[in-house]
């Protein structure tokens, strides 16, 4: 027969303990009824114990027989001769015992449950019949609203004091806290050192970052260690109370300052960006910053690419990057450049066409004459539209043969319609120079066949200076009609103005003529003095002598 030692112990100790009068003793249940519990402690009789006493400090009765239970010997034997026991005044005395060696040991601590609220606290059940008071500066480490969350609970204390005769007992949960704060604390410190993955608590959030309890140490987790992906601001990925994981970064023992990091949790996404994302390879992101300058492409979670404006069109001169995107939207871009000690990565996105600047001579040679709008009026000239992203200048030394306008604006407008020619293409520099007077002659070439010194012409007056006027004799000939050579007699002119007004029309001799300068001088006064001239030397006719006889 195999030998059960456990069982010989335990009888062998109920068997040889003490069992005489006030003493608590060890029984073992042997029954348990509606309203009483049958226990053996080793006597000649068993004693009756009532079912309300076996009730815990949670109200619960669980007792079963064969449980080992303390009791106290009230009587060895009654009038009937029946044993008298209490476990009521056994579990009493041993909660002041808890109670007493609570209060001596420096670390010791009681449990209870918050029964009630009294003024200036609460009381606590310490069980056995045992209460102690709670002062409310003793409740917590921060000072609470609702007084109703802590009852019911069951709390640790540390006992402030106690005295058994006069029943009094008084407790702090607040200390406990203190206490295991600190520990905590001082664990945590042991173990802290660069490089080490704790778990924390965010409890406080900033524009700039994050603070983290690491165990009743607080750390500061910067916005720029959060992710490897842009972020806007903390609560994108966090919130107070969260549970997180954390990497120290670094630990100052002297200052108390700790850097947290999440990102250096996961691998960092540029060491694999050059095998990756090779130049020219094709990517999809999503716009996630705008700047004057350019756009922020994220590639993949922590990897980002900028494309500047300049790579966003072909030829075409965009304002502001917003106007052509807005965030969040999602392009496609070719890949630059890849500079991954730097963490840049630039992405083109006019490179997803052909540049038709390559082909720009074989579509377009010196010569060609095209009909575009006008995209835009400048002081030096007017671009004109070719194509989608390709624009041609007409400087303003090209828009006539002979008006030279003091601004553009004066004969174009933005969107007009405009026929010009090809004179140079520049496909290093992406530059078309076009031309208007080109369209026809020249007429200075021939100028001299159809003018000559003293030639009497007819014209409009283009602009009027302080020097004299121009004339347009013709479509591209202009002549100048000096101030010197203006009026019909010996008459000094002041000021041109009070003559002469633009497209008025006047009637002058060609007194100078060089084709190869484009200089045409034109006078009024030699006109007139020729007129007069020829008015005194005017040839006697036949009827003019008869009738002087």
């Keep these: 027969m195999e030998v059960n030692h456990e069982e010989l ?44 006493e076996f009730a815990g400090i949670d109200g619960n ?20 001769g029946e044993i008298v026991l209490s476990k009521a005044r056994a579990d009493r005395i041993r909660a002041w015992e808890r109670v007493s060696e609570a209060q001596r040991d420096e670390d010791g ?28 500066s003793h409740v917590d480490i921060r000072p609470f609203k609702d007084p109703g969350t802590y009852l019911g609970k069951k709390l640790k204390f540390k006992v402030l004091k106690a005295n058994r005769r006069q029943n009094n007992v008084v407790l702090s949960h607040r200390v406990y806290l203190e206490r295991e704060k600190e520990k905590r604390r001082q664990e945590t410190l042991k173990k802290l050192k660069e490089g080490v993955i704790l778990e924390g608590t965010v409890k406080h959030i900033t524009d700039y970052g994050a603070f983290v309890d690491i ?38 023992p002297e200052k108390g300052k700790i850097s947290l990091g999440m990102k250096q949790l996961e691998p960092d996404p540029w060491e694999r960006v050059p095998e ?31 494309i500047h404006i300049t790579d966003m069109a072909w030829g075409r001169k965009i304002k502001h990057p917003s106007k052509y995107v807005n965030v969040g939207d999602w392009v496609e871009a070719v890949v630059l450049k890849v500079e991954p000690e730097k963490r840049k990565m630039a992405l083109g996105l006019k490179q997803l066409e052909p540049n038709p600047w390559d082909t720009i001579e074989e579509r377009y040679p010196p010569g060609t004459r095209i009909i575009g709008q006008v995209r835009s009026v400048t002081d030096f000239g007017i671009f004109i539209g070719i194509e989608e992203g390709i624009d041609g200048l007409v400087h303003i030394s090209n828009i ?25 293409i520049d496909r290093e520099n992406e530059r078309i120079s076009l031309g208007i007077k080109q369209l026809k002659p020249d007429p200075w070439l021939s ?22 006027a121009f004339v347009e004799v013709e479509e591209g000939v202009e002549g100048l009609l000096h101030i010197s050579e203006m009026g019909s007699g010996t008459e000094r002119i002041e000021k041109p103005h009070d003559l002469y007004r633009v497209g008025d029309e006047v009637t002058a001799m060609i007194i100078h003529l060089d084709a190869r300068q484009r200089r045409m001088g034109l006078s009024t006064r030699a006109l007139s003095q020729r007129e007069e001239y020829r008015e005194e030397v005017k040839p006697i006719t036949l009827g003019d002598l008869l009738k002087s006889t």
């Design 215 to 252: 165990g009743e140490v607080d750390g500061l987790l910067h916005i720029s260690d959060m992710s490897w992906g842009r972020l806007r601001h903390p609560s994108e990925i966090l919130e107070v109370g969260q549970k997180i994981k954390v990497k120290v970064l670094k630990y100052d």
């Design 276 to 306: 990756k994302y090779p130049e020219g390879t094709r990517v999809k992101g999503r716009v996630v910053g705008i700047a004057d300058y350019g756009i922020f492409v994220e590639v993949e979670k922590g990897v980002e690419g900028l």
């Design 9 to 52: 112990k335990e009888l062998y100790e109920q068997t040889f303990q003490d069992v005489s009068e006030g003493r608590i003793v060890v029984g073992t249940v042997v029954e348990v009824r509606d309203d009483y519990v049958t226990v053996d402690v080793g006597l000649k009789s068993e004693g009756l114990i009532p079912l309300s």
């Design 400 to 424: 006539s043969w002979s008006r030279r306008p003091k601004k553009p604006t004066e004969m174009f407008k933005k969107g007009q319609e405009v026929e010009a020619v090809v004179l140079k």
């Design 447 to 468: 100028v001299e066949h159809r003018y000559r010194v003293g030639q009497v012409v007819t014209g409009t007056v283009t602009s009027v200076t302080d020097f004299g």
């Design 109 to 136: 601590i009681v449990e209870g449950i918050v029964r009630e609220r009294v003024k200036g606290g609460f009381m606590v059940d310490l069980g056995g019949g045992v209460k102690g008071f709670l002062p409310a």
């Design 61 to 80: 009765v669980d007792v079963k027989p064969g449980d080992k239970v303390e009791v106290f010997i009230e009587r060895r034997e009654d009038d009937a």
